[in-house]
């Protein structure tokens, strides 16, 4: 899989609520590094995203995709997250390192 079609399935199943897909799309190793903490490994963000997060119920709109130059390698993503009401909660870039599998991910919010 491209690591743009990663990153589009990744969104997908988060939105999903779909975490074994989820899972699957990630390195066992995978580290997320948000401006509020960092998640070590592909079970805890798991975990995360199902049990800790405030929301669930939010949609990721993403306003563009950048793909990589060569085909692969690091995918930079810019949207923001809605609400189930549709009000925006907040703007995001989100860069992934992907080949193959997701193995990083560097979210910036505004």
Not at 71 to 99: I, K, Q, S, W, Y
Request: hydrophobic share 35%; net charge negative; aromatic share 10%.
């Amino acid at each position: 899989m491209k690591p743009t079609d990663l990153v589009r399935a990744y969104y997908r199943a988060i939105d999903a609520g779909e975490y074994e897909d989820l899972a699957d799309l990630l390195a066992e190793g995978f580290v997320h590094d948000r401006p509020d903490r960092t998640l070590d490994g592909r079970d805890r963000f798991v975990r995360f995203m199902r049990e800790e997060r405030p929301q669930t119920d939010t949609t990721h709109v993403l306003d563009q995709v950048y793909e990589p130059v060569d085909g692969e390698g690091a995918v930079a993503v810019r949207g923001r997250l809605e609400g189930a009401d549709g009000d925006v909660l907040f703007g995001f870039v989100d860069v992934f390192t992907a080949d193959g599998e997701i193995t990083r991910l560097h979210t910036y919010t505004d």
